[in-house]
């Protein structure tokens, strides 16, 4: 039978990593990723909207939320939370919470009404608007007035 602390360490997390409305796509680029950098999981949740999995690293979880945000767009959002005193330390728990979009590069969509053609999913939403060809900018907050084309 595991000694108690052996059973507690194996469930030891500094952050948690939230991932919502993201495609298997992204769960498989996070899972890869975790195993590359070696990052141990104390336990992983699905939920009906997405998965948040709980790390051992504050700062790997935070560079890895920085790199889902450049290489599928999406909002990042970070949170952190005092967890504790170690050794005169204050121990805080980070939450990275990232969130897909539902369109991707190339793929034309509507906004407020005109057919638009996604440019770029960066620090930005870019398109490019079909008929008149005006550049469009959008902020992720704003993203719900972007709609999939039918």
Not at 40 to 68: C, E, F, I, P, Q
Not at 98 to 121: A, H
Request: with cysteine; aromatic share 8%; proline share 1%.
């Amino acid at each position: 039978m595991p000694h108690k602390t052996e059973e507690r360490h194996a469930l030891y997390f500094e952050a948690i990593l939230q991932l919502r409305d993201v495609d298997k796509e992204v769960v498989d680029y996070v899972e890869d990723e975790i195993a590359r950098v070696k990052l141990s999981v104390a336990k992983t949740v699905k939920l009906k909207n997405g998965m948040d999995y709980y790390l051992s690293s504050n700062s790997l979880t935070r560079a890895l939320g920085k790199r889902l945000k450049e290489r599928f767009g999406g909002n990042n959002k970070e949170t952190s939370s005092l967890w504790g005193v170690k050794k005169d330390r204050e121990v805080y728990r980070v939450t990275v919470l990232f969130r897909g979009v539902p369109f991707k590069k190339n793929e034309l969509v509507l906004y407020d009404g005109e057919e638009c053609k996604i440019i770029s999913l960066g620090k930005d939403i870019f398109m490019q608007e079909v008929k008149a060809g005006k550049k469009v900018h959008v902020r992720y907050n704003d993203m719900n007035r972007i709609k999939k084309k039918e």
